[in-house]
């Protein structure tokens, strides 16, 4: 059995990332009982970095990644049409004798290839990313990152097959750390929809605000419980989302402070959790709470 904790954010910048990858170390040098692994992976399939803040970590293995699209065959449709009458994403037209196929509007649901007659739609592989598996010094501490590749119509099936792999490939009784997209669209929800536990990341402004909001109702829609985490803390007005997590009964598991030294330390690729005394007890506060709902 494993636990899932997504690190989510309204909009990006907030520093979910950091979070992400300061969270998946400490945790993995004070390992919670009963856990035997830390794995981070980084789901921010269009620009994945977390792999720049373990500057010793090693390449284990990088994959290649494939969704299925139909392909025609000429020589066994019959044009009967049925493909794109069962098609709900408008991703095959018909041209006079032809049939086309719009990789980019398929959602790799099968429907055309299965409910096919002539068998005129087999399903084919096309490359949308690759995945990276990495492990760093750190002991009990594993990293994955998924890139995907340009000009891909959607980020989801690449999230969806990463987060396949991983729950077929994870250690038993391990904490997955998955760093989500920012934004509330399909990707962010793709991330979020099975996790245990959703850690939501923002900024004491009104703009934070705003878009922990939206964050928040679309994790309720999924039934997923939440909480939430101060970044820059001190640097406008706490009290913006501490009123508001009230009212909404979220717990607030830490705050992490503005400081010149983590923006200093994460602008160089470095891990900040212990930068100095303050910021390591910030830390340790917050991944105490984490560890409080990881055991309940």
Not at 147 to 174: C, F, T, W, Y
Not at 242 to 271: R, T
Request: hydrophobic letters at 35%.
């Amino acid at each position: 059995m494993n636990f899932k904790i997504a690190i989510a954010s309204g909009k990006g910048g907030t520093g979910k990332t950091s979070l992400s990858v300061n969270l998946a170390a400490m945790l993995a040098e004070t390992l919670p009982e009963k856990w035997e692994q830390i794995v981070l992976t980084d789901l921010d399939v269009e620009e994945p970095n977390s792999s720049l803040f373990f500057s010793d970590a090693k390449t284990i293995l990088t994959q290649e990644e494939y969704r299925l699209v139909p392909e025609w065959d000429q020589n066994k449709c019959t044009l009967c049409k049925k493909c794109s009458e069962v098609c709900e994403f408008n991703a095959i037209a018909f041209l006079g004798t032809r049939v086309l196929v719009f990789p980019d509007l398929c959602h790799s649901c099968h429907a055309c290839s299965t409910l096919c007659p002539d068998d005129a739609l087999p399903m084919k592989e096309h490359k949308m990313g690759v995945s990276t598996y990495l492990k760093p010094v750190q002991k009990n501490l594993s990293i994955t990152e998924n890139l995907l590749d340009i000009g891909q119509p959607s980020a989801v099936p690449l999230i969806a097959r990463a987060l396949e792999k991983l729950e077929k490939s994870s250690v038993n009784n391990s904490i997955i750390i998955m760093d989500a997209p920012p934004g509330t669209s399909c990707p962010m929800m793709e991330v979020t929809k099975d996790a245990d536990y959703v850690l939501m990341v923002t900024e004491p402004t009104p703009f934070g605000l705003h878009d922990l909001k939206l964050a928040v109702e679309t994790v309720k829609k999924l039934k997923r419980k939440t909480g939430v985490v101060i970044n820059k803390s001190g640097s406008g007005n706490d009290e913006l989302i501490e009123k508001y997590c009230g009212q909404e009964s979220i717990d607030i598991l830490g705050k992490i402070p503005q400081s010149k030294k983590i923006a200093e330390g994460y602008s160089a690729g470095k891990l900040v959790y212990n930068l100095d005394n303050n910021i390591y007890s910030a830390w340790r506060e917050l991944v105490n709470s984490i560890k409080k709902q990881i055991k309940s």
